[in-house]
């Protein structure tokens, strides 16, 4: 089937002017919804369809049985139903052999990790182990993947070949003293004592024998030497996880001598539906889907040493329910997507159901992580108050500018009297003489007064009025986190089969909102 190859390439049109093109797609999309936000049904399904009409190959976990079905939907309606695999206890995966067979001795080191994965999925799949642990619980991992690292090479020397069972057996009868190592009795017994001699003396793949001899100090001396309540711990945790391996349908897919899927096939156009739903596989489920999925996970990121047929189309990872299969790989896995042109989509109800799920006293960072790697995100109608403040926050805030007004009026009224009175007084005098024969005398006195009052009164009134008009300035969230549950349409014939969301991807800005987020319509 052809296949879209150019990054440029758009794949679906949001709006006039803008477009989601392969390389947004690479770049990873998570969608967030409450129960019947319409996420699957709306932005999950033009996804699926996008993907599809491309001509990606792609794997898809399952949480629920109805998953499966809507892939078989998808592929018909959009011409994949060739392309379809459902991977399920019909088909078979030896995960042990398919990496020996890749990598040879130089596997080893990545069978230890798929081990690890099955640890981790049995300990996520039971709520009672799936505890804080602190830094206790980080020494407790070391000390398992230590104890693996120091089985598998020397069981693949001495046989050329590993499985389940054997590394089960190996683990159960190591030594348990340093008496042991030296006992005859013991070494009659001992299937690990066995599988040292033929790694020393008739290897399948000899080992170097500085190697050799570090194998043979850590079960001879270091391991016996392991506390006894420690050491036993260490032996329950991984045979009993391992131990659903050995029998019923996890042993015919993961152990049984035909491989009929690897990840590789979804290089070539195969969509693979790991149809195995947690919901009903229960831990089985989860531990499969995690397993597979890990594996397809290094297969992809590793695809660029490849000849250029097997790297050239984009393949896609599908995590409806994320949380079900979410396992600490997931958030180095999305961030180097992108090379191996890999376009991720996880699909989940909220921020809180990956904390329940991945629990330990860093889920709540390990939520986080994971889900800060998609740059696109699409938020559906959500109840979920930490979900919406977090969708808020990564939108983020702009400036607002609010205007005030301010009116005013006064009057003023005033009203007096005034009274006062005056008097005055005086006099005047005169005299004078003269010579030549005559002299005169001239005297005059008189006084005068006065008197007088007056009075008044007065009265005023004065009005003034202003007028004030300005703005202010702050910086509020572009949507408030109440929006997420109100202003979003969920579907179904009462919204016309309408499903609303928000769109929002880190680092652009749409031409049909001028920021970095837009509502965008999906047809159910």
């Known amino acids: 089937m052809p296949f879209v190859k150019n990054l440029d390439t ?23 919804g409450g129960i019947g936000s319409g996420k699957t049904s709306g932005s999950g399904k033009m996804l699926a369809g996008a993907y599809l009409r491309a001509g990606f190959g792609g794997l898809v976990t399952a949480a629920k049985p109805e998953e499966v079905d809507l892939w078989i939907r998808y592929a018909s309606e959009h011409g994949r139903e060739k392309s379809l695999i459902l991977f399920d206890e019909n088909e078979g995966f030896n995960f042990l052999a398919y990496e020996m067979d890749r990598q040879g001795a130089e596997g080893i080191g990545t069978v230890t990790e798929c081990l690890i994965r099955i640890l981790e999925a049995a300990k996520r799949a039971n709520p009672i182990a799936n505890q ?4 206790e619980a980080a020494i407790w991992e070391d000390a398992k993947r230590q104890l693996l690292r120091y089985t598998l090479p020397p069981l693949y ?72 309540k420690t050491r036993g711990n260490m032996v329950i945790t991984i045979t009993t996880a391992l131990d659903r391996f050995k029998h019923g349908r996890l042993n015919r897919i993961f152990c049984g001598r035909t491989t009929t899927v690897v990840p590789e096939m979804t290089f070539h156009g195969a969509v693979i539906v790991l149809a195995m739903p947690t919901l009903t596989w229960n831990e089985d489920g989860i531990i499969a889907q995690m397993l597979f999925k890990y594996m397809w996970q290094r297969a992809v990121l590793g695809r660029n040493s ?48 990956y904390y329940a799920k991945m629990g330990g006293t860093n889920g709540h960072d390990e939520a986080h992580g994971l889900v800060g790697k998609f740059i696109t995100h699409i938020y ?28 005013g009026g006064s009057e003023s009224f005033n009203e007096g009297m005034s009274a006062g009175n005056s008097e005055n007084t005086g006099s005047s005098s005169n005299s004078g003489s003269s010579s030549g024969g005559g002299y005169s005398v001239t005297h005059s006195t008189g006084t005068n007064t006065g008197a007088g009052n007056n009075w008044g009164n007065n009265r005023g009134r004065g009005t003034a009025e202003n007028f004030n008009r300005g ?21 179904g014939a009462a919204n016309g089969n309408i499903v609303t ?24």
Not at 24 to 29: E, L
Not at 192 to 207: N, W
Not at 471 to 491: C, D, H, K
Not at 510 to 521: E, I, P, V
């Open 10 to 32: 758009r794949l679906l049109q949001l709006s006039r002017g803008d477009y989601f093109t392969l390389t947004d797609a690479c770049q990873g999309v998570h969608i967030f």
């Open 132 to 135: 804080p642990g602190g830094s």
């Open 157 to 228: 020397s001495a046989s050329g070949m590993l499985s389940i069972p054997d590394i089960i057996r190996f683990i159960n009868t190591a030594p348990t003293s340093i008496k042991d190592v030296t006992s005859a009795g013991w070494q009659a017994k001992s299937f690990m004592y066995s599988v040292m001699e033929a790694a020393e003396t008739r290897p399948a793949v000899p080992l170097p024998r500085e190697a050799l001899r570090d194998y043979i100090h850590f079960w001879t001396e270091a391991y016996p030497a392991i506390p006894e």
């Open 306 to 353: 490849l000849p250029k047929e097997h790297r050239e189309r984009p393949v896609f990872l599908w995590s409806d329910e994320a949380q079900e299969t979410a396992h600490s790989y997931d958030g180095e896995f999305v961030g180097m997507a992108r090379g191996a042109k890999c376009c991720p989509v996880f699909l989940t109800q909220s921020l809180p159901t």
């Open 380 to 407: 559906h109608s959500n109840a979920c108050p930490e979900t919406n403040e977090y969708a808020s926050r990564m939108i983020g805030k702009h400036l607002t500018r609010r205007r005030n007004v301010s009116v």
């Open 471 to 491: 703005y202010s300035e702050s910086m509020e969230y572009v949507i408030e986190p109440g929006e997420f549950a109100r202003i979003l349409q969920t579907g």
């Open 501 to 524: 969301g928000i769109w929002f991807q880190g680092g652009r800005v749409f031409k049909a909102s001028g920021g970095n987020m837009m509502l965008r319509r999906f047809a159910q």
